[in-house]
T-cell receptor, first 113, second 112 residues
Framework: DVKVTQSSRYLVKRTGEKVFLECVQD?????MFWYRQDPGLGLRLIYF???????EKGDIPEGYSVSREKKERFSLILESASTNQTSMYLC????????????FGPGTRLTVT | GQQLNQSPQSMFIQEGEDVSMNCTSS?????WLWYKQDPGEGPVLLIA???AGELTSNGRLTAQFGITRKDSFLNISASIPSDVGIYFC????????????WGLGTSLAVNP
């Protein structure tokens, strides 16, 4: 079974802090994704990476950056956290040569105070 | 970014009832995916559809790829309490298989 793990289920940070959200997948997938989920807005793509060190902006990249130094790990960075970044953050991975399915982690609920 | 039009937004039904939800797009899609998200968890794929007209079942769930390639439907028969959650449709535009387009979800509540 594919396993996507996220470093924290719940996180509370202060405004202005630099925040790192970590995601690890164990199936050697090439593609990885970061989404945020807010009530009534569905899943919105922040960034995705189709290979190591290759990344592409999604629909809402402002205020975020990403890092993918190793194939299995994709990090989302909030350079200076703000209260409007309080949200559920979901990481996903996919093997583009096998199927269109994205496998999701359990999510990190981030609260910025 | 583009989003799919998913309806209904929410449903509250009695256990044992059948459920229908659908997703429409203004452009042609070549793949449709249906996901379910349990409370506090990430979405999990239920059914994937790859051909226009395709009808696929997964237990009590049946999904169809619309013949126009601009819509898809999900039906749940004889609902049970564990069907509670948010159901999302998602798909790939023809010619772009890198970025999934998502619906806003249908929230399902089941009264035992």
């Amino acid at each position: 079974d594919v396993k996507v793990t996220q470093s924290s289920r719940y996180l509370v940070k202060r405004t202005g802090e630099k925040v790192f959200l970590e995601c690890v997948q164990d199936m050697d997938h090439e593609n990885m994704f970061w989404y945020r989920q807010d009530p009534g807005l569905g899943l919105r793509l922040i960034y995705f990476s189709y290979d190591v060190k290759m990344k592409e902006k999604g629909d809402i990249p402002e205020g975020y950056s990403v890092s993918r130094e190793k194939k299995e790990r994709f990090s989302l960075i909030l350079e200076s956290a703000s209260t409007n970044q309080t949200s559920m953050y979901l990481c996903a991975s996919r093997d583009p040569g096998f199927s269109y399915e994205q496998y999701f982690g359990p999510g990190t609920r981030l609260t910025v105070t | 970014g583009q989003q799919l039009n998913q309806s209904p937004q929410s449903m509250f039904i009695q256990e044992g009832e059948d459920v229908s939800m659908n997703c429409t797009s203004s452009s042609i899609f070549n793949t449709w995916l249906w996901y379910k998200q349990d409370p506090g968890e990430g979405p999990v794929l239920l059914i994937a559809l790859y051909k226009a007209g395709e009808l696929t079942s997964n237990g009590r769930l049946t999904a169809q790829f619309g013949i126009t390639r601009k819509d898809s439907f999900l039906n749940i028969s004889a609902s049970i309490p564990s069907d509670v959650g948010i159901y999302f449709c998602a798909g790939f535009n023809a010619g772009n298989n890198r970025k999934l387009i998502w619906g806003l979800g249908t929230s399902l509540a089941v009264n035992p």
